[in-house]
């Protein structure tokens, strides 16, 4: 345990003016990816999304300063930021395993207790051992499992209450063998959809070729709107491409250890006809509303996935249609191509829409 690595700026000579800190309260934790963590210590002073997004929470008071902590989603370090109003890190320092301390202030009373009967247990072994200069011990001996049992349930209930999704957890009591022994109660999941233009290619049909010299069996660009027809096959193809593990949340299932969409549960791909014509659709089922932020974080994710994750195997998938022939379906490259939520989109939140038919219900 003598070897531990961390990052850190010494001071040459310090004086006592050095060790003078001023207590500063997180008011939230932001992860970031990697690159956008190495390029604002590259160039700490550049406006960030992320510092914009929560100037208002940064302030200094007469007790300390308030804080957001910017945290490398691959690494274990941070930057604590006072923007005191502006839109870059106008106050910041480097924390070296700012990790350690975000997961601390996760930690449980539960998990706190647990982890001092564990130190207790060693420590009483230790005395055992070292009396003898040898011992067999039993851990029963060592440690009260029934209290172990009772503190790793409740650290599973506390862990839970922190989720936003989670209504109430809490322990039954009293226990019954082979009984559940946890109570879990979740919010309702809250929905959100995003919209993009689709770019539709056509095999055609060699029948539409006088001249079959001219046939070269190359995709052809096909205007959504021409497509409208073929929204329920192509809805079918999405479906058949997902895996089995996409069952419950969609594309969501590979992307759990994505820190910034730790509020979305699902997303869900599919087109949806709207004012006669074809849009690609990301359908995401959150935990609880999205700020600003994590709204411009999903958006991201969701272009990424349009263009170079799920959508790029998805464009290269062969769909055969009853009324279009054989199409590709591509999520990204359309004119004038964007990602917009239901409200950019002005669509009421009552607007449902049909495939089958095109029409529109109120």
């Known amino acids: 345990m003598d070897n531990y690595k961390l990052y850190a700026n010494l001071i040459r000579k310090p004086d006592s003016s050095d060790f003078n800190a001023r ?29 914009k997004a929560y100037r208002d929470i940064m302030f200094c008071d007469n007790e300390a300063n308030h804080c957001i902590m910017l945290l490398d989603d691959l690494g ?53 051992v070292f009396a003898d200069n040898e011992a067999d011990i039993h851990s029963a001996d060592l440690i009260d499992e029934d209290e172990v049992s009772r503190l790793v349930k409740t650290a599973i209930v ?41 770019k539709i290619m056509q095999i055609p049909d060699e029948d539409d070729y006088m001249d079959l010299d001219d046939y070269d069996g190359e995709p052809e660009d096909l205007p959504s709107y021409c497509a409208l027809t073929a929204a329920g096959d192509i809805n079918i193809a999405i479906e058949e491409y997902a895996s089995p593990c996409e ?28 004012d006669n014509d074809f849009w ?20 991201l994710e969701l272009s990424g996935q349009a263009s170079d994750g799920w959508g790029e195997g998805f464009e290269q998938r062969e769909i055969e249609t009853d009324d279009c022939g054989k199409l590709y379906v591509s999520f990204y490259g359309a004119p004038d191509w964007s990602m917009k939520t239901e409200e950019e989109m002005g669509i009421p939140a009552n607007e449902v829409q049909d495939l089958d038919d095109g029409d529109i219900s109120m």
């Open 247 to 274: 069952e419950d949340r969609g594309i969501m299932a590979y992307l759990g250890g994505r820190e910034m969409l730790g509020k979305v549960y699902s997303i869900f791909p599919s087109v949806e006809k709207m």
């Open 280 to 299: 690609g659709v990301f359908e995401c089922k959150v935990f609880e509303d999205l700020d600003s932020y994590e709204l411009e974080a999903l958006r």
């Open 76 to 128: 274990s370090d941070g930057i604590l930021v006072e923007s005191e109003g502006y839109d870059y890190p106008r106050y910041s320092c480097f924390v070296p395993n700012a990790r350690t301390l975000y997961e601390d202030s996760l930690t449980t009373n539960a998990e706190r207790e647990l982890r001092g009967l564990i130190r207790k247990a060693a420590d009483k072994a230790l005395e055992d």
């Open 23 to 51: 207590p500063c309260v997180v008011e939230k934790w932001i992860p970031l990816s990697h690159w956008s963590f190495e390029q604002i210590k590259q160039d700490p002073l550049h406006d960030l999304e992320a510092v």
């Open 158 to 198: 506390e862990r839970l209450n922190q989720h936003p999704g989670i209504n109430e957890a809490r322990c039954l009591s009293p226990w019954i063998p082979e009984q559940p022994d946890i109570d879990i109660k979740t919010e309702p999941l809250k929905k959100i959809k995003f919209y993009c233009p689709l």
